[in-house]
């Protein structure tokens, strides 16, 4: 088990290579200059401009700032911002804890609705429930998430005024008060981004459910006299819920993307709007360092689901 | 033209037969009113007034929360590297300049203990020398006092080119020397008439010596500092996160008194401008934001919400149409819009006029800027007193086509005009930007109509904006024929924004597209005008002098004005910001109250 670890974490070094060079040649064939805001501004003459291009190694040829990037990294140095002149990593941690509390809950959320809808809705298909639960994941899944946002915003922020629209990070309060805003104002955008996973997953759990449900052993169990919750619980959802897990991993790094829209709609300052404005503002290196661990993310979670699939189902080998 | 009647006026002013109030009123009548009408009388030997206060609050502190909205927030507070007005915005919440500007263009006093003028010594007549007294008894926020080495060493930081600070054009030309605790001299190399550059408005703050020392040159980006700053202004800074959130307290210490009146101030950023307004207007989440280009059908359907309002002001930021005038299509040595070409069509000067006629600005005004637009004939809108009244507009498609048709251009079988089988086809290219675009489809509509074919080009902003050499699709290539944006006037003086025309500043391969003159147009009359005027200290003349240069890019039809567009910001119902439209909008953060 370790040894296969430790063979897919190697794996992974040439692949997370790979996956810099492409990264790091797009941003530099990409059009825009992170000095772009001093071209208009009458105070600021070009040559300004120009010295500061030389100073961050804008001018250099691509391989040689790609080797400079890679160097660093391996020093742990991720790099330095040109917009805020601030090193990169610290503002990603900045960030980092807004998305994890967002998407964090919103996952959660997305699995407490999943799991019993779709196992109940597997238990008796085509009936009105499971009718009911298919047309709202359909709709679910087929609403984007900066749809939904806004007219999540137009209902509850602007009409009914229950819920603030604008995601503030130091609240003003201490103690059981601060715990209460702090759900208040993700009460939005987690609904937004749960409700999205949930729906496709929902699908999923229920369509992983039907497979499992009319195999003979389940058959057996119950003609062994076991009651439905038994049965459901023990017997079909452990080996329903094997792809479900995988599928859940896999989307981990997903559902950060899908963050980025809702982070700026609600504007949460996590890592997604982070990499938003650094785009607009062409800062490259901390665009490279947070697309980046994306890239990471999207790795280890196969890793990781790989993993847990063997562990749940000792059927397949690791090796 | 008014010298000598201006001059008896000043006399009358000194004498205190005619008060302040009267002589400004007069200079409007003439159409001289201005935020530099002051500086005249400043030149005159009449002390330079401060604006009128309004402030009504009677003690400091009290006033709760101010919660500021500015869709694009700081990434950085340190004003030398402001790579924007957001970060400038950001940074003068905790440092102070000397003196800022107020709503009218009148200089207002921060960390100055008077306006220099001649006659208080501060000015000298040569324009030569300006010096500042500064205002006993500072206070940094760590409790060091602010005294003249601070003022001397934000030259020093800033000049050295090591140290890589965006205010660098600032402050490299001048001389800045301590005469003793509390007066600062900073010397020119030659006659300045705008001395209200170096240390005053908030790109200018000033920063403590006592942190920042160690780290002049090659060190600036360590300062830890950079990113909490210790200031002298109204606010001690609390918590700092890029591009999201800046905080602030009130300053106990504060040296001015009853100042301020909130007790905390805290800046989000984040989002856009359409839901900045709706968070302020709509739903009052917050007090203020800032920025708010969003459609005036939208701001009014807002405002009937009922918590908040827009709020103008006006400076001098024109959206402009830029016309080529060398050949986009041709190249020369490995470069297009080469100064060795002519442009094909507008090298005659009827199609420029022509087109000039097909600009519909009151439309453009209408459907687009509402409130927040003026329909003007001037490339320079601001300070009123550099404005020409000897131009003017006018939309007819009518006119504009007989212009073409007595040049001989005429219409083709496709219905677009020829002549000598050039054909009347040009690219009209902006940045992506919701306004702009549809600006471009009024005036291709009525192009048309006047047998000109106009194809459209949008760039995304940060390209059009950027100084990348490789890139053929920026503002400076001007690889179309052409182009409208903005280029913001960004104090109460157009000597800045005016030099970029001069024939030496041509943007060419050669000097990698950093030249101002993008349009490449080359006039030896407005050289000598806009050179004379950088050297008179007579403000009368020198005024003469920018208007005389605003009416030769208007006879050559170098810029075709669209709209003098105003300041737009959101303000909660009871919160009394005051904005300048020749300064960022923090500038003036120490006045802010909220009406109870």
Not at chain 2, 330 to 345: A, C, I, N
Not at chain 2, 498 to 504: D, E, G, K, P, V
Request: hydrophobic residues 45%; contains cysteine; charged residues 20%.
């Amino acid at each position: 088990m370790s040894k296969y670890v430790l063979r897919r974490l190697l794996i992974a070094i040439p692949s997370l290579l790979g996956i810099s060079v492409v990264l790091f040649v797009v941003l530099a064939l990409a059009p825009g200059d992170p000095f772009s805001e001093l071209a208009t501004n009458p105070n600021v003459p070009p040559e300004v401009q120009a010295a500061l291009r030389a100073k961050f190694g804008l001018d250099d040829p691509i391989y040689l700032r790609y080797l400079h990037w890679l160097n660093a990294m391996l020093h742990g140095d991720w790099g330095f911002s040109f917009v805020s002149r601030m090193d990169v990593d610290t503002l990603i941690l900045q960030r980092l804890p807004a998305t994890l509390y967002v998407i964090g809950s919103a996952q959660i959320l997305a699995l407490l609705i999943a799991i019993p809808v779709g196992v109940y809705a597997a238990t008796k298909p085509y009936s009105l429930f499971d009718q009911i639960a298919n047309t709202f994941a359909f709709i679910g899944f087929s609403l984007p998430t900066f749809f939904t946002g806004l007219l999540f915003i137009l209902i509850f922020s602007v009409t009914l005024d229950w819920l603030p629209f604008v995601y503030s990070t130091d609240i003003k309060a201490t103690g059981i008060r601060w715990v209460l805003e702090m759900i208040r104002q993700a009460i939005m955008p987690v609904a937004v981004l749960g409700l999205f996973q949930a729906a496709s997953m929902t699908r999923f759990v229920r369509s992983a459910m039907l497979d499992v449900i009319r195999l003979d052993y389940v058959t057996t169990a119950r003609a062994k006299g076991l009651g439905q919750a038994t049965v459901i619980v023990k017997h079909v959802m452990r080996n329903a819920m094997i792809p479900v897990v995988t599928l859940i991993a896999l989307q981990i790094p997903a559902v950060f993307g899908g963050a980025i829209v809702t982070e700026q709609i609600f504007r949460i300052p996590g890592i997604g709007s982070l990499l938003i404005s650094s785009i607009l503002s062409n800062d490259t290196p901390v665009v490279m360092a947070v697309t980046f661990v994306f890239a990471c993310l999207v790795v280890l979670f196969n890793l990781i689901a790989d993993v847990l699939y063997g562990w749940l189902d000792p059927r397949i080998s690791l090796r | 033209m008014l010298d000598k009647e201006l001059r008896s006026m000043i006399g009358k002013v000194k004498d205190g037969r005619m008060d302040r109030r009267a002589f400004i009123k007069r200079m409007a009548a003439v159409g001289l009113t201005a935020p530099l009408a002051n500086q005249i009388l400043a030149l005159g030997g009449i002390a330079m007034a401060e604006g009128p206060q309004v402030y009504k609050p009677t003690k400091r502190g009290g006033g709760g929360a101010l919660r500021l909205l500015w869709w694009q927030g700081p990434t950085l507070l340190n004003p030398h590297f402001a790579t924007g007005t957001k970060d400038q915005d950001g940074s003068r919440l905790f440092y102070e300049p000397l003196a800022c500007w107020d709503p009218d263009g009148n200089m207002k006093l921060v960390l100055a203990a008077e306006i220099p003028s001649i006659q208080n010594g501060g000015l000298a007549a040569d324009g030569k020398s300006v010096t500042w007294k500064l205002k006993p008894g500072v206070k940094w926020h760590d409790g060091k006092p602010f005294t003249a080495d601070d003022v001397v060493f934000n030259w020093e930081y800033a000049k050295d080119p090591a140290t890589s600070a965006l205010t660098i054009a600032t402050y490299r030309e001048i001389t800045v020397e301590k005469v003793d605790d509390l007066t600062v001299r900073i010397l020119f190399n030659k006659p300045t008439p705008f001395w209200a550059d170096a240390f005053v408005g908030a790109p200018n703050t000033i920063i403590p010596k006592h942190l920042f020392a160690d780290y002049k040159g090659s060190k600036s980006r360590e300062a830890p500092t950079n990113l909490s700053p210790v200031g002298t202004g109204p606010y001690k800074f609390v918590e700092f996160k890029p591009g999201d959130l800046v905080r602030g307290q009130l300053n106990p210490d504060y040296h001015m008194p009853n100042r301020p009146y909130f007790d905390t101030v805290e800046m989000k950023g984040g989002g856009d401008a359409v839901s900045a307004a709706r968070a302020v207007i709509q739903t009052g989440e917050y007090d203020f934001g800032w920025n708010i280009q969003v459609e005036d059908d939208v701001l009014l359907r807002l405002e009937k919400g009922g918590k908040g309002k827009t709020v103008y002001a006006v400076g001098g930021d024109t959206e402009f149409i830029a016309l080529n005038f060398t050949d986009p299509n041709t190249e020369v040595d490995g470069e297009r819009s080469s100064m060795k070409t002519k442009h094909p069509l507008f090298s005659d000067p009827a199609v420029r006029k022509a087109l000039s006629m097909l600009v519909d600005r009151e439309s453009v005004k209408k459907a687009i800027y509402g409130r927040a637009g003026r329909t003007t004939a001037n490339f320079l809108n601001g300070p009123e007193k550099f404005v020409s009244k000897n131009t003017s507009w006018e939309f007819s498609v009518e006119k504009a086509s007989k212009i073409l048709d007595d040049a001989g251009w005429k219409p083709g079988a496709d219905g677009i005009r020829e002549k000598d089988g050039k054909k009347l086809k040009i690219v009209y290219q902006t940045s992506i930007n919701g306004p702009r675009q549809k600006t471009q489809a009024i005036v291709k509509q009525a192009c048309q109509k006047a047998g000109i074919d106009v194809e459209l080009k949008s760039v995304v902003a940060s390209v059009f904006f950027s100084s990348d050499v490789a890139n053929p699709d920026t503002y400076a290539h001007f690889y179309a024929d052409i182009e409208m944006f903005q280029i913001p006037l960004s104090q109460p003086d157009p000597s800045q924004h005016m030099r970029r025309y001069l024939s030496i500043n041509v943007a060419t391969k050669e000097n990698k597209w950093q030249g101002t003159n993008f349009p490449r147009w080359v006039n030896k009359d407005y050289d000598a005008a806009i050179e004379a005027a950088e050297s008179e200290m007579d403000p009368v003349k020198r005024a003469a002098y920018y208007i005389k240069a605003n009416d030769l890019m208007f006879q050559d039809t170098v810029f075709i004005p669209v709209q003098h567009r105003l300041k737009v910001e959101a303000a909660a119902n009871n919160l009394r910001p005051i904005i300048s439209g020749w300064a960022n909008e923090t500038d003036n953060l120490h006045d802010w109250y909220r009406e109870e």
